[in-house]
Nanobody
Framework: QVQLVESGGGLVQAGGSLRLSCAAS????????MGWYRQAPGQQRELVAV???????NYAYSVKGRFTVSRDNAKNTVYLQMNSLKPEDTAVYYC?????????WGQGTQVTVSS
C-alpha cells in the first residue's frame, strides 16, 4: 500500500506564502494525475490544483494566479506553492495521486490563514 505524506502546512498571515509537499512512500507507476484538494469546516472537499502526467495543470478559479502545482517524478513528490494567501484559503489540504486502477490520498495538512 502506498502512503502519501504531506508537510508544509501551518499558520500564516494573510498575504503570506506556504509551500506544501507530498511524498509517496514508494515509486508509483502509471500515474494519470497528482494534485491537491482542500476541505474547510462544514464544506465539501474541493479540487485546488492538479498536474497530469503530461505536465498539464488545472486550478480552481479561486486560486488561479496565486497557487502553483508542480511535481518531481524522480522523488515521487508533488508540491503546491501558495502565495498571497487569504483567510478563505483556510482548510485541510489533501494530496491525491490517481491512476487507472488506484486513487491514493494523504492524511491532510492544516493550513490556517489569519486576517
Amino acid at each position: 500500500q502506498v502512503q502519501l505524506v504531506e508537510s508544509g502546512g501551518g499558520l500564516v498571515q494573510a498575504g503570506g506564502s506556504l509551500r506544501l509537499s507530498c511524498a509517496a512512500s514508494r515509486r508509483i507507476f502509471n500515474i494519470n494525475a497528482m494534485g491537491w484538494y482542500r476541505q474547510a469546516p462544514g464544506q465539501q472537499r474541493e479540487l485546488v490544483a492538479v498536474i497530469t502526467s503530461g505536465g498539464n495543470t488545472n486550478y480552481a478559479y479561486s486560486v488561479k494566479g496565486r497557487f502553483t502545482v508542480s511535481r518531481d517524478n524522480a522523488k515521487n513528490t508533488v508540491y503546491l506553492q501558495m502565495n498571497s494567501l487569504k483567510p478563505e484559503d483556510t482548510a485541510v489540504y489533501y494530496c491525491n495521486v490517481g491512476g487507472d486502477d488506484y486513487d491514493y490520498w494523504g492524511q491532510g495538512t492544516q493550513v490556517t490563514v489569519s486576517s
